[in-house]
Structures are given as structure tokens and as C-alpha cells.
């Protein structure tokens, strides 16, 4: 029971240097690897795994697990976006990935979604000569590494928030909610547990249940580019009251048939 909870500690702890990395001033300007991908937009907690084989995206692994000293403060972090035309991006935290130094393959890692974040300013990376004699093969130049020299945390606008409206708001995501889901999912005896009180901590919670295990970009790009918990409620109750909508008519529609 002692090593579980002490494995059980460690993860908490984990989880919550990559939520709230201790290292955050130093990111700032570390220069992160970026991972340019349309398919994929990771919200914070989520883990992602991904299989590198373009030499770009080889070198990306490797200068994020350097282990030299002047890489130190950004050790395991890349950036993942979605499309350079997106304010918001996600810092990831690589925590697992086979060696990236000596393979002349494929390269896997196993990596959690950690605070959004912006991109400032970034450069292209020529691939070192290790990585380029890997595409031989392909006659041809391989893309550029891209580097953010230059990132900032993308938090919440500072607004005063109408609670009255908030609540409201609320409420009206979970009379929605039994609509779609069993209500024993929001007991105080399951993995979930009830809905929190405070407001912003709520817009968090609801989200798993409106995007759930569903990996298509674009209302995840539309839930990061919300930057108050008003916004994130909208967005939340626009996607539960469509989602109701379509399940009734689908119901009316196979009655008639």
C-alpha cells in the first residue's frame, strides 16, 4: 500500500509541474521545439502519444530531452499546434519515448498536455548532419526544425464576471447534462464526483463531457481560444444544447420510419 501511494504522490506531483510548470519564467524564453500538427489539439491533462519519423520531428525529441545544462530548465517540453494561424498552442511534457539518439527509425513518445500558451517569436533550425544522412533516401532536403525563441502563458482576461449570469449559465449546462450522459456519473461515489461550486473550476469540469474522447481540432481550437469562464460556458452549452437537439431528432426521425 506505502509504494502505491508513494507512486500515487509522484504522479500528483507530476501532473502538477506540468499544469503549473515551477520552471515558467525560464520557458519563457528557453527556445521550444515546435510540432506543427493539423490532426491534433491537446487540452490540458490529456495524454498524447505520437511516433516521430520525420527528421524534423527527430530532432525535436532530441533537443528536448538534451540533457545538457543550458537545456535544462526546458527539459521534456515541446509545443504542439494545431496551425500557425491559432493564437493558442499547448506546452507538452514528453514522460516517456524510446531513445532518439541512436534509432535510425521511428521514435515514440508518450507525452501530457500542459498550459496553453502563445507563440512569440520563432526561427527555423537547419536538421544537424546526424539527422539529415537519415533522409538520403529521399533526394532531397528535409524540412526545418521550428524553434519558439520566444513564448508567453496565455491566461484569462482579467474581466469582472456577472455571477447572476454565470450561475445561470450553470444551470443550464446541467439540466442538459442527464439529457445525454447517466446521472450516475455526477454522484459523489464516482471517478468524476459532483460538479464544483466555483465557477471557473466548473467550466473546467463540464468540458470532458462536451469534447469527451473526441479528437477533432476544431472545437477544441474554439475551446483554447476562450479566455474567460463565460466564454468557456457559452461554448459548453452551445455544444450540449446542439447535441441534445440532434439526439431528439434523430429519435423523432427513427419513430417515423
Given at each position: 500500500v506505502d509504494v502505491l501511494l508513494f507512486d500515487a504522490l509522484r504522479y500528483v506531483n507530476q501532473l502538477s509541474n506540468i499544469y503549473f510548470p515551477l520552471e515558467q519564467n525560464k520557458l519563457t524564453t528557453a527556445g521550444i521545439p515546435i510540432f506543427d500538427f493539423s490532426s491534433s489539439v491537446?487540452?490540458?491533462?490529456?495524454?498524447?502519444?505520437?511516433?516521430f519519423f520525420e527528421s524534423r520531428y527527430r530532432?525535436?525529441?532530441?533537443?528536448a530531452m538534451s540533457t545538457t545544462s543550458s537545456s535544462a530548465s526546458k527539459k521534456g517540453w515541446f509545443i504542439l499546434r494545431a496551425t500557425t494561424n491559432v493564437?493558442?498552442?499547448?506546452?507538452?511534457?514528453?514522460?516517456e519515448h524510446t531513445d532518439p539518439f541512436t534509432t535510425n527509425d521511428m521514435v515514440f513518445v508518450k507525452c501530457i498536455a500542459?498550459?496553453?500558451i502563445k507563440v512569440v517569436k520563432e526561427i527555423e533550425v537547419p536538421i544537424n548532419n546526424t539527422n539529415t544522412a537519415?533522409?538520403?533516401n529521399n533526394k532531397k532536403l528535409p524540412s526545418p526544425m521550428i524553434r519558439a525563441?520566444?513564448?508567453?502563458f496565455d491566461k484569462d482576461n482579467k474581466v469582472e464576471e456577472d455571477i447572476v449570469m454565470l450561475n445561470d449559465m450553470r444551470s443550464k449546462c446541467l439540466s442538459l447534462l442527464p439529457q445525454l450522459f447517466p446521472k450516475s456519473l455526477f454522484n459523489?461515489?464516482?471517478?468524476?464526483?459532483?460538479?464544483?461550486?466555483?465557477?471557473?473550476?466548473?467550466?473546467f469540469w463540464i468540458l470532458r463531457y462536451v469534447l469527451g474522447d473526441s479528437r477533432?481540432?476544431?472545437?477544441r481550437l474554439e475551446w483554447l481560444a476562450c479566455h474567460s469562464t463565460n466564454q468557456r460556458l457559452t461554448f459548453v452549452y452551445t455544444l450540449l444544447k446542439n447535441a441534445v437537439e440532434k439526439r431528439n431528432n434523430e429519435q423523432e426521425s427513427e419513430e417515423e420510419s
Open positions: 491537446a487540452l490540458m491533462g490529456e495524454e498524447l502519444y505520437f511516433n530532432q525535436l525529441v532530441q533537443e493564437a493558442s498552442c499547448t506546452l507538452m511534457k514528453i514522460i500542459g498550459p496553453r537519415l533522409d538520403d525563441t520566444h513564448i508567453a459523489d461515489e464516482s471517478s468524476i464526483g459532483p460538479p464544483p461550486l466555483d465557477m471557473e473550476s466548473f467550466s477533432e481540432p476544431a472545437p
